[in-house]
């Protein structure tokens, strides 16, 4: 019996013994921090337009009389050497009558002063009679001369390239109507609409980015020329220009733009790269005592390399800038 008791103690003592498995240690993630500072930030603001020859470089096409157009033969965007046709017209329903009454009344006229004269010879009428019917005749034939002496077939002014056409074919349209344009071939600009209440943050030489649109590489860097305050009566926008390269995109074709607003005031920021976004919730990460927390932020402006945080962060705060994907809040790291 005893030697039972004995051998019953033994087993507990050996299972007390055995070896405690060591719990894993807590995961820890490898980050750099950049702190949160208070500095000027300008916000970029995205712009949409297009490329034009500027005012010294652009011709219009007009239609001589109301007319209808027939046939455009070099649509927006062709280049044209000058005197290639651009547009093909006919003369329009009132036009047309107004030369076919025109033509009648000419034709009158030229058969009174037949008339005239030869009752002259008879010495049934006077010279002044015959005169007279001489300047009727004379005043109808140019009146018809006037209507359908002029081309119908618009042609390039200028060697370029269209850049507008404002009607297609089998609108008609009044006389005097501009119905085209075409810029030169020397340095283009580029146009872009902005809304009024920021236009007069941007100054001239301030540097522009400008793409053709729907472009994702590439693109180039110019200046701000020119502003223009003016409200378009359709766009309700403003107008910036910058100029463009030689031979770098030609008048006609649609850019985007960026360019960064000056005057921002002094705010919270951090580096656009610390940035993370869950739904439409901008957060960051920050790190204190070696523990990285979440923290819900609200944005403002941004210039592509800072953005402003109105709220959730203090100075002093460090964010994480590198490693955050890794992160969960209440998290270990250990800077890089």
């Known amino acids: 019996m005893r030697a039972l008791s004995f051998m019953v103690v033994l087993g507990l003592l050996s299972a007390c013994s055995s070896p405690i498995e060591e719990e894993a240690p807590a995961p820890e993630a490898l980050?750099?921090?950049?702190?949160?500072?208070?500095?000027?930030?300008?916000?970029?603001?995205?712009?949409?337009?297009?490329?034009?020859?500027?005012?010294?470089?652009?011709?219009?096409?007009?239609?001589?009389?109301?007319?209808?157009?027939?046939?455009?033969?070099?649509?927006?965007?062709?280049?044209?050497?000058?005197?290639?046709?651009?547009?093909?017209?006919?003369?329009?329903?009132?036009?047309?009558?107004?030369?076919?009454?025109?033509?009648?009344?000419?034709?009158?006229?030229?058969?009174?002063?037949?008339?005239?004269?030869?009752?002259?010879?008879?010495?049934?009428?006077?010279?002044?009679?015959?005169?007279?019917?001489?300047?009727?005749?004379?005043?109808?034939?140019?009146?018809?001369?006037?209507?359908?002496?002029?081309?119908?077939?618009?042609?390039?002014?200028?060697?370029?390239?269209?850049?507008?056409?404002?009607?297609?074919?089998?609108d008609v349209i009044a006389a005097g109507t501009t119905m085209a344009f075409v810029s030169g071939n020397g340095a283009a600009r580029a146009r872009f609409g902005m809304e009024p209440g920021l236009i007069g943050q941007v100054k001239v030489g301030a540097r522009i980015s400008i793409a053709r649109a729907g472009e994702t590489k590439g693109g180039?860097?110019?200046?701000?020329?020119?502003?223009?305050?003016?409200?378009?009566?359709?766009?309700?926008?403003?107008?910036?220009?910058?100029?463009?390269?030689?031979?770098?995109?030609?008048?006609?074709?649609?850019?985007?733009?960026?360019?960064?607003?000056?005057?921002?005031a002094a705010s919270l920021v951090i580096?656009?790269?610390?940035l993370l976004d869950d739904a439409g919730q901008p957060y960051v990460y920050v790190v204190a005592r070696g523990i990285a927390y979440r923290r819900d932020i609200v944005t403002g402006a941004s210039d592509g390399r800072h953005v402003a945080v109105l709220h959730g962060l203090g100075v002093g705060d460090n964010v994480v800038l590198e490693g955050a994907a890794a992160l969960e809040d209440g998290m270990k790291v250990r800077l890089k």
């Not at 009566?233 to 850019?255: C, F, H, K, M, V």
């Not at 580096?271 to 610390?274: I, Q, T, V």
């Open 31 to 170: 980050v750099t921090t950049a702190p949160v500072t208070r500095q000027n930030v300008d916000e970029t603001v995205q712009l949409y337009g297009v490329a034009d020859s500027g005012p010294g470089g652009k011709a219009s096409l007009v239609a001589p009389i109301e007319a209808r157009l027939v046939a455009i033969d070099a649509p927006v965007g062709t280049a044209v050497m000058q005197g290639q046709a651009v547009l093909h017209l006919s003369p329009g329903p009132t036009a047309a009558l107004d030369i076919a009454k025109a033509r009648t009344e000419a034709q009158t006229a030229n058969a009174a002063y037949a008339r005239a004269l030869r009752l002259r010879s008879d010495g049934l009428v006077s010279d002044a009679d015959v005169e007279t019917a001489r300047s009727a005749q004379a005043n109808a034939n140019a009146a018809v001369r006037s209507m359908t002496g002029k081309s119908l077939v618009l042609r390039a002014p200028l060697a370029g390239h269209v850049e507008a056409i404002s009607a297609a074919p089998g």
């Open 220 to 264: 180039l860097v110019s200046v701000v020329s020119s502003v223009d305050p003016a409200v378009d009566s359709q766009t309700r926008l403003s107008s910036l220009y910058a100029d463009l390269p030689t031979g770098s995109i030609r008048p006609g074709e649609s850019l985007t733009g960026a360019v960064a607003t000056g005057g921002g």
């Open 271 to 274: 580096p656009y790269g610390a």
